[in-house]
């Protein structure tokens, strides 16, 4: 895919390629309903062409110093990874509650969990908190901006067991099965964008193995490590519905995934 495509574009475009699959529409309104909006930071030379404008604002910085609350205290070797401007996120487009205003920061290691995610509102009293010198591997690149840019996710390894209606609809039928598996690899070809390999805001986590969904967690930031340091691994923030739908940011999870 080379153009944006909105996340009901995407929904439209799956039920389309049921239809050219002859498959019951049962069937392809299972693979509709994995289908959960994203948001992709990503750097302004990997935006797409319909948004390198000259007025193109940043949603987002990599590295560089923190504005953290007043009276805040975090530990001084975790470092700052990311911050947030709330205002700059597109509204209705994410599925999960992210904040408004103001900014968020994230600061954790690449090579343990835990971190801190603030959400520091406007006309909050800040101070500015540099990141430690590290000598360990874990140096941060940046600091440099990111944009943001509606995505549409589906689960990770994507299999016809992801659909009940799939799997009974193609039991022990070889024809059938094939159908079901190139609906799958419509599916994820309709997701993969080339700027959709970097940092990402709500959607289905690009986990490995163990996704957070079958935790019953829900992802908020995932964070690749590429991106950010020269590390290989991945941190995933996420908490349950309950806890991201109430702000209670004090109860969010890091992992990480190697």
Sequence with gaps: MTAILTHEAVRDAVRDAGRALGLPEPVTEGFVRLLRPCLHLCPYEKLP???????????????????????????????????????????????????????????????????????VPTGTDTVERHSPERDDGQTRHGPFPLYAVPGTTCPSWLDPSHVTEATAWAEEDAERTELVDRMVEQVESLVDVDWGHGIQLGGHSPAWHDPLEDRGRVLLVALPWGRVSGDDCITYVSGTPEVIAQHRYDALAFTVEC
């Design 49 to 119: 062409e319909e948004l390198r404008t000259e007025g193109a604002r940043p949603a987002a910085r990599v590295g560089g110093p923190a504005q953290l609350p007043k009276g805040v205290e975090v530990p001084a070797y975790v470092p700052h990874a990311l911050t947030i401007d709330c205002a700059a996120i597109p509204t209705g487009i994410l599925d999960i509650a992210f904040p408004a205003d103001g900014h968020v920061a994230v600061l954790t290691e690449t090579t343990a969990d835990g971190g801190f995610f603030l959400h």
